[in-house]
């Protein structure tokens, strides 16, 4: 059945009168005739009438993704679930093309576009067009959704920008020249979430743009969803190595290969050359130089059960590869523009007729000329979340947020890029700065957004907190007031005058030149981790950093929680942060599961913290064990994550010997003070630390009135299943000639953070690239790990863990 859509001023679309029987009777019936009519070299091979064809025959197995190790996947891929992802939607997304019009910017590398000759009304031909096309879709059964343009003149383009998967994550994509990089959309991404129970999280690759760099969604990638193959035509729109990281990402095979049209230069897009539907394939396999990459892409369409249906390269010039099969009500749907599909030959048609139900083609003359796309351009595949369980989110305050574990897939993330503040430090400030070596400040900024790109990559929402404060200040002077009372009080900023004071203030600190500071740069801001931190039951508590200098990082959090809209729901504790006995640091505090806290007591938090902490959390959330970890109150072990992290659910990675032969440390700090003093030094290690208060824990158990103490603080968490398994920095205890050589080597790394790495999902986690060995150990046990080229940000005593606020992980991964 075919449904021809008539021109602009032809009214409305109808049916085309040929009746066709179902499409496998028709083409058991005519193989003959369709293998006679088709020219020789046409790639295409009947299609049987079974099952097994439209459905990959790859073989199923278990494999680790992100480090889930329960994860069902394909091997041609690697899916974030055990669910396999359908090749047709029957709904779709499409934009109004409201400012459509001819785009200067893309006009370099998209020869399909043509200037406009000013003898139409621009405006009302192509809203027909994109109507036409929309009631067309409508009347074969599918789902359009709508959306009002913004006025952007590529908006009726809007797969190029997003894209959703049957796993619930939605990708953002790179787009290559400004005007289309604005058409991202947050109401949209909410919108799609919300209605279609796409929680899984948001995969943003777009920062990528910053970097000239570009990956037009599934204009660039043309997917064989249920076979795991992204499709990929190299150009400057289809950048090879993000797409390499998006394959990884969505457990992807990428096929590559070059292009070159009429006059040798590249395809802007893949979609505009080659369609993969259910179970075939249109293609242009013309304007694929290297007979090796061609070949590769006929053997890979092949192996997936496609029947090729190859296009000239005239064909291809009338956007016929610009097709997309999706799903009806009545069976599966061709949408095509009227030009592609009139450009077709008699076989051709019949083939498709055979592997689909229904053709939509209808006319787009204007936009295909002006625009430089067709049909397939214009529809944005809606894949709603198969995960099970996934459903919308709430819109409380528990979707803020909602942590119950450290190896949840992190969803929501708060960060700080450091800033002019670090000018501030330099070798009379290091002290009060809580910094050991000065910084140069363009490296420590690039070095951290690679990091906060990196997370927004693998599927998390990152806000920062420039941002936050940039949105709270244009609420109005009244706000900024408040904000600036919030953190600094009143008398100063009546003394200073408003007028005179704007956010940045609050971070670089309020300077009368250098080093004269009214106030205090917030030069640890970045390590985010220990101003507040998120509990069980959706809590965000303001925390009472040791030091003053970082007590201020604390009021600023507690102010933007207080008047930043997004967490206008959200539950916050600030008992801690008011009572002057309590110091206590998020880096301090480690949520193995949703009933259990670890709390470290160390240099920063002390036991006045840890108890209060402990009262609150039996009173107002699910915590049922809350440990404390009595740690060395020196400043290489300042933070319990400094030595002890979760890398995957109950699997630490941590430092050899320290819990079960704290004797090794003793003997260490022995014979580094007698070193010390053969060279005339005064630096000496505190001996008592290891042998009269050896590192140990308490356990708190809700409803009993005493705790539960372990001498050897590691066999205690083993015991009571907060922990399975134990890695070390450096590698396997017994791996070294010595248990002090190790732990030697250990303490080097370990001052480079090598122990403070960062769980994005189960079994996945971001680490320094200096700490080698330690990399490699959490290698060879199965830990997916992420390097980070952090050499400036290593210089502020802090891993990834520390430069990270996470506020919501999901636990779909865990369960």
């Known amino acids: 059945q075919v449904l021809a859509s008539q021109p602009p001023d032809g009214g409305n679309p109808k049916r ?123 009347q074969a059964g599918v789902n359009v959704v709508t959306i009002t343009a913004q006025g952007l003149p590529d908006e009726v383009f809007p797969n190029n920008w997003f894209s959703t998967h049957n796993d619930g994550r939605i990708v953002i994509y790179p787009m290559k020249v400004p005007s289309r990089a604005r058409e991202v959309r947050q109401d949209v991404i909410d919108s799609l979430k919300k209605t279609f129970g796409l929680n899984a999280g948001v995969v943003d690759f777009s920062a990528w743009r910053e970097s000239g760099l570009a990956l037009e969604g599934t204009g660039s990638l043309v997917l064989d969803r249920p076979n795991r193959l992204a499709y990929l035509a190299l150009s400057k729109r289809a950048d090879k190595n993000i797409a390499e990281m998006w394959a990884k990402e969505m457990g992807y095979e990428l096929v590559t290969f070059g292009t070159a049209d009429r ?164 070798p009379w400030t290091l002290e009060p700065m809580k910094v050991d070596e000065c910084f140069n400040r363009v490296e420590l900024k690039a070095q951290h957004r690679v990091f906060a790109h990196l997370l927004r990559s693998r599927g998390a929402e990152v806000l920062h907190v420039k941002d936050l404060l940039t949105a709270i200040s244009t609420q109005g002077d009244g706000a ?54 998120c509990v069980p039951g959706g809590w965000a508590v303001i925390a009472r950093p040791f030091f003053p200098v970082r007590q201020l990082e604390s009021k600023l959090l507690r102010a933007i929680f207080r008047m930043h809209p997004k967490f206008a729901d959200m539950k916050v504790y600030e008992g801690l942060h008011t009572d002057p006995e309590v110091a206590i640091e998020g880096g301090d505090i480690l949520v193995p599961d949703s009933e259990t806290v670890l709390i470290g007591v160390s240099q920063r938090t002390n036991a006045a913290g840890a108890q209060k902490l402990a009262e609150f959390l039996f009173e107002h959330t699910p915590v049922k064990r809350v440990v404390k970890v009595y740690i060395p109150k ?28 704290p004797s090794v440390y003793a003997e260490l700090a022995r014979r580094a003070n007698a070193l010390n003093e053969k060279m005339g030094s005064n630096q000496r290690q505190d001996l008592d630390e290891w042998t009269q208060d050896p590192p140990r824990i308490e356990m708190l158990v809700k409803g009993q009135p005493s705790p539960k103490k372990y001498k050897h603080a590691m066999s205690g968490l083993m015991a009571e299943g907060i922990v399975e398994k134990a890695l070390f920095v450096c590698g396997a205890e017994g791996s070294w000639p010595t248990p002090e050589e190790h732990a030697a080597r250990a303490l080097t790394e370990q001052w480079n953070d090598a122990a403070n790495v960062f769980c994005l999902a189960p079994g996945t986690v971001v680490a320094y690239k200096w700490c080698s060995r330690t990399i490699s150990h959490l290698q060879d046990n199965g830990i997916d790990v992420i390097e980070l080229d952090g050499v400036e940000l290593m210089k502020g005593r802090g891993g990834a863990r520390c430069m990270t606020f996470p506020m919501r992980r999901s636990n779909v991964l865990e369960d």
Request: proline residues 6%; glycine residues 8%.
């Open 16 to 138: 085309g009168a040929r009746r066709r029987d179902p499409p496998r009777k028709a083409l058991g019936r005519s193989m003959a005739s369709l293998a006679r009519a088709l020219p020789r070299r046409a790639l295409w091979r009947p299609l049987r009438p079974t099952p097994s064809l439209l459905t990959s025959r790859c073989a199923w197995r278990v494999d680790l993704f992100l480090g889930a190790r329960r994860c069902l996947t394909k091997v041609s891929g690697e899916p974030i679930t055990g669910i396999a992802d359908d090749q047709l939607t029957q709904t779709v997304l499409m934009v109004n093309p409201a400012g459509f019009r001819s785009n200067e910017e893309t006009k370099e590398d998209n020869k399909f576009m043509a200037d406009a000759d000013g003898s139409t009304d621009i405006t009302k031909v192509v809203l027909e067009e994109w109507s036409n096309l929309v009631s067309s879709l409508q």
């Open 263 to 426: 006059s040798g230069e590249e395809i802007y897009h893949t979609n505009v050359l080659l369609s993969v539907g259910k179970n075939f394939a249109v293609v242009c396999l013309d304007v694929i130089p290297s007979d090796t990459e061609r070949a590769n892409v006929i053997a890979k369409l092949k192996k997936s059960g496609k029947v090729i249906v190859p296009v000239s390269l005239e064909q291809m010039e009338n956007f016929a590869c610009n097709c997309l099969q999706v799903q009806g009500s009545d069976g599966t749907v061709l949408a095509m523009s009227g030009a592609a599909w009139e450009s077709l030959d008699f076989s051709q048609k019949g083939v498709l007729e055979s592997c689909v139900d229904t053709v939509v083609a209808v006319p787009v003359p204007t936009i295909e000329r002006l625009g430089g796309g067709s049909v397939r351009c214009m529809i944005a595949e809606v894949f709603p979340a198969k995960v099970p369980g996934a459903k919308a989110v709430p819109e409380n305050g528990n979707s803020v947020c909602s942590l119950g574990s450290e190896t949840g897939r992190l969803e929501l993330v708060v960060v700080h890029e450091p800033g002019l503040e670090v000018d501030a430090v330099m």
């Open 480 to 533: 900024k007031r408040r904000l600036f009372t919030e953190v600094w009080g009143e008398e100063f900023v009546d003394h200073v005058g408003l007028s005179n004071l704007h956010v940045g203030h609050l971070i670089t600190g309020y300077t009368r030149g250098p080093l004269d500071f009214e106030q205090p740069p917030l030069m640890n801001l970045f390590f985010m981790r220990d101003p507040v931190f």
């Open 634 to 661: 020196q400043r290489a072990f300042m933070h319990l994550d400094t030595l002890f992290t979760f890398v995957d659910k109950g699997v630490v990675l941590t430092m050899p010997y320290f819990w079960s032969k």
